[in-house]
């Protein structure tokens, strides 16, 4: 057929459902609360790094082995550089991980609210992904993984919920499951979970995963690391060097490495983000928003009287941009990213506003 625009497409391809990216908005002027990018900059001795690797060194290839990052990786958590994988961001670590590590004939399983990527990652590599709903709570039930399977992948904390699993509950898990390998993926781990990279010691079966694009206010850089079993590491590492040797580049190594030695900036805009989402997730209760506990840089936030799509769509007129899932059970509610305190300042007068006309109609139907 003439007009079939897939026929040079492998037949694969044709049946993939691709990952649907938060919208990165053209021009300035947007209050960018949608994606759980970091409001603040990077470390300045990162920017200061990665200046100074711009040389004419650019001509040779990065260490393929990201020997000084894994290094300082491993240091800061208590392993070996045996137990450090580190990728293009923790997506790409995570793709690796569903490739090398949860790929053998049974269903994986996720919590059925939880990150878009898992099933889209279950598509490529031809895995069955079997969600497992959250409780009325929105929590993770951890016995409910107690099922045959190919592996588990949990976020910690959750996401688009903000839920915190403590480290006892994973314990319990890995204690039960030791037959597939329990990926932990803490790309807001650094917001108020406990990291179970601490269990690593106890538990083969145990991948953490962590990032770089949101604690340390990098996302564009693309770095995310994994910290398991040098077995698990090495299956990583395989499936990298089957794929692509180079992950990470000249500069991203030198940004990286500076930006997990400048602890003082990432504890410093750490607390600032926890301080904001305190002082929002009270804003938003006062306007009477039901919020999920958040132990995340968002939160996810229902209103009883207004639906999510046209709330979200309202903020959107308004500059101010957060994402909404077309999804059962948090169809109604928006994740709203924890912004600098001015940002999330100008969200509260926004929604102020926009429910304003509401709340007197409520004030006069009730008078
Ligand atoms: C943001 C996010 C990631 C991906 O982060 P990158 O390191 O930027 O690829 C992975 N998992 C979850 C749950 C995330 O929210």
């Known amino acids: 057929m003439s007009g079939d625009r897939t026929r040079f497409w492998s037949p694969a391809v044709r049946g993939l459902h691709a ?75 995570l793709a690796h991980a569903f490739m090398g590590l949860l790929r053998h004939g049974l269903p994986l399983l996720v919590p059925d609210i939880s990150y878009s990527f898992y099933p889209v990652y279950c598509g490529l590599y031809g895995i069955t992904c079997q969600p497992v709903p ?88 693309r770095v995310g690391f994994a910290l398991g079993h040098a077995d698990l590491i090495q299956a990583l590492t395989t499936v990298k060097d089957s794929f692509n040797s180079y992950p990470l580049d000249r500069v991203a190594l030198a940004g990286a490495q500076a930006a997990l030695d400048d602890q003082a900036h990432f504890a410093e ?37 207004h639906r999510g799509a046209p709330l979200q769509q309202a903020l959107r007129e308004r500059k101010i941009l957060v994402r909404h899932f077309n999804q059962a059970r948090i169809a109604d509610h928006l994740r709203i990213t924890i912004g600098s305190q001015a940002e999330c300042e100008a969200l509260v007068h926004a929604l102020s506003e926009l429910l304003a006309p509401l709340q007197n109609h409520i004030k006069v139907a009730s008078a």
């Open 134 to 221: 959250l409780d009325d709570g929105y929590r993770v039930r951890v016995a409910d993984y107690l099922q045959p399977n190919s592996g588990i992948v949990l976020p910690n904390p959750n996401a688009p919920t903000g839920i915190a699993l403590p480290l006892s509950e994973l314990r319990w898990l890995l204690e039960r499951n030791s037959a597939s390998v329990v990926v932990v993926d803490e790309a807001y781990v650094d917001f108020g979970a406990e990291s179970a990279a601490t269990l690593i010691g106890e538990f083969p079966q145990l991948l953490v995963i962590q990032t770089l694009s949101k604690s340390r206010a990098l996302a564009g850089l």
């Open 269 to 305: 805009i750490t607390r600032r983000i926890v301080d904001s989402r305190t002082w929002l997730v009270a804003q938003l209760a006062a306007l009477g928003f039901e919020c999920l506990p958040s132990s995340a840089n968002f939160v996810l936030a229902r209103h009883p009287q």
């Open 19 to 93: 990952y649907t990216p938060g919208e990165q908005p053209q021009g300035g002027g947007w209050i960018k609360l949608n994606t759980n990018e970091n409001p603040y900059p990077p470390s300045p001795l990162a920017l200061q790094r990665m200046a100074d690797a711009v040389d004419d060194r650019l001509r040779l290839y990065p260490d393929p082995q990201a020997i000084a990052l894994r290094q300082t990786i491993a240091a800061q958590h208590g392993l070996q550089i045996d137990q450090v994988f580190v990728g293009n961001g923790s997506d790409e670590v």
